[in-house]
T-cell receptor, first 114, second 115 residues
């Protein structure tokens, strides 16, 4: 069965600093991987998704993630944090190409210090 | 822009009451989902539907029920609310695969408190 582990329930960085949110997955078959963002009192919004076309995936708002099969990781990065990036971030995995069954990680809350 | 709506956004209700959480989407998506999310925790799939008159239970057992009579509408009902049902409920929808990995679009959620 597939699963997702997000390391660090809370990450705090200074404005302008590198953002790194960690995600490791477990899957017996090649996975489809997602990063979603959730702002306060809102639903989830897709940041980016990995579909095996390219290991480095660029998403919205300047975020990107790199799929590393040898490390079973899909970490999310952004070179320079903005105050507006403060939110909850969820890594998710699906082994279904229709993405009907998605398993979510427990989330990482990103705080940005002025 | 995702067009998926949930009402009410917030609901405080007493134990034993029957409640229905509404979810509607205007994108013509065949697939719809209900997730339960506790604060600081991951989302758990409680119900899904692949089309009209199709409903299935998700990975997390739930006392709620759902119906899918129309493509755009996927309401969730609790016959008798209990404090253990206090949570946030998120509705989502997605298109068919068609060779392109689809994304799930989420509504804003309903925060339910049962007293």
């Amino acid at each position: 069965a597939q699963s997702v582990t997000q390391l660090g329930s809370h990450v705090s960085v200074s404005e302008g600093a590198l953002v790194l949110l960690r995600c490791n997955y477990s899957s017996s078959v090649p996975p489809y991987l997602f990063w979603y963002v959730q702002y306060p009192n809102q639903g989830l919004q897709l940041l980016l998704k990995y579909t095996s076309a390219a290991t480095l995936v660029k998403g919205i708002n300047g975020f990107e993630a790199e799929f590393k099969k040898s490390e079973t990781s899909f970490h999310l990065t952004k070179p320079s944090a903005h105050m507006s990036d403060a939110a909850e971030y969820f890594c998710a995995v699906s082994v279904d190409s229709s993405a009907s069954k998605i398993i979510f990680g427990s989330g990482t809350r990103l705080s940005i210090r002025p | 822009e995702a067009d998926i709506y949930q009402t009410p956004r917030y609901l405080v209700i007493g134990t034993g009451k029957k409640i229905t959480l509404e979810c509607s989407q205007t994108m013509g998506h065949d697939k719809m989902y209900w997730y339960q999310q506790d604060p600081g925790m991951e989302l758990h799939l409680i119900h899904y539907s692949y089309g009209v008159n199709s409903t299935e239970k998700g990975d997390l057992s739930s006392e709620s029920t759902v119906s899918r009579i129309r493509t755009e509408h996927f309401p969730l009902t609790l016959e008798s609310a209990r404090p253990s049902h206090t949570s946030q409920y998120l509705c989502a929808s997605s298109a068919g695969g068609g060779g392109i990995l689809p994304e799930q679009y989420f509504g804003p959620g309903t925060r339910l408190t049962v007293t």
